[in-house]
Nanobody, 117 residues
């Protein structure tokens, strides 16, 4: 059973970069045809897909966030990371990592990131 665990700072100041890590257990992030995604949900809003990194290392960006997001991975640690730059209070959300082949089969529990001075 694949398990995902998000980690990162709970509080970030405006204009800074939010960095989050997803640690994967029970499976490898290089397993063929799996995609590893970041999704967020702001208070009172729906889920927003932010981007993904494929088993091959290929990257997929959300057009609305492309200029501010960077996704990478560490295969030795079986982790993938999200960096969101120039954050504003509107980036306050619960951030999830997830994975699957054709749909999101596995989800982390989520981590709340608050942007505030």
């Amino acid at each position: 059973q694949v398990q995902l665990q998000e980690s990162g700072p709970g509080l970030v100041k405006p204009s800074q970069t939010l960095s989050l890590t997803c640690t994967v257990s029970g499976g490898s992030i290089t397993t063929n045809y799996y995609y590893w995604s970041w999704i967020r949900q702001a208070p009172g809003k729906g889920l927003e897909w932010m981007g993904a990194i494929a088993y091959s290392g290929s990257l997929y960006d959300s057009p609305s966030l492309k200029s501010r997001t960077s996704i990478s991975r560490d295969t030795a640690k079986n982790q993938f990371t999200l960096q969101l730059s120039s954050v504003t209070p509107e980036d306050t959300a619960v951030y999830y990592c997830g994975s699957g082949k054709y749909e999101m089969d596995y989800w982390g529990k989520g981590t709340l990131a608050t942007v505030s001075s």
